[in-house]
Nanobody, 126 residues
Framework: QVQLVDSGGGLVQAGGSLRLSCAAS????????MGWFRQAPGKEREFVAA????????LYADSVKGRFTISRDNAKNTVYLQMNSLKPEDTAVYYC???????????????????WGQGTQVTVSS
């Protein structure tokens, strides 16, 4: 089992920045690919970013590419999502997730992620 705790959400003005954190405990964190997903009100949960277990491979949704950066610190069992140039359409509950490194996890397939955080709310005002 891997337990994930998301944090760092909040209210920010458009153009601002936030950094989300996801602290992991349980099984060896470094064995897992990590992803961030988000769900806006009335919409389905969608893929945001993925990072391989080594940190060497990343994938971003087109909507966040160039603005968001996913990273990990395996020594701290933590994954981060740095969000810059935030837009109102980025408003959502953000979830981190963990799954074994695979093509599916690295292409953002949700069912490939076995463990999920509880979510943290990000609200971007215009």
């Amino acid at each position: 089992q891997v337990q994930l705790v998301d944090s760092g959400g909040g209210l920010v003005q458009a153009g601002g920045s936030l950094r989300l954190s996801c602290a992991a405990s349980g099984r060896t964190f470094s064995n897992y690919a990590m992803g961030w997903f988000r769900q806006a009100p009335g919409k389905e949960r969608e893929f945001v970013a993925a990072l391989s277990w080594s940190g060497g491979n990343t994938l971003y949704a087109d909507s966040v590419k160039g603005r968001f950066t996913i990273s990990r610190d395996n020594a701290k069992n933590t994954v981060y999502l740095q969000m810059n140039s935030l837009k109102p359409e980025d408003t959502a509950v953000y979830y981190c997730a963990a799954g074994f490194d695979s093509l599916a996890t690295m292409t953002g397939v949700q069912y490939a992620y076995e463990y999920w955080g509880q979510g943290t709310q990000v609200t971007v005002s215009s």
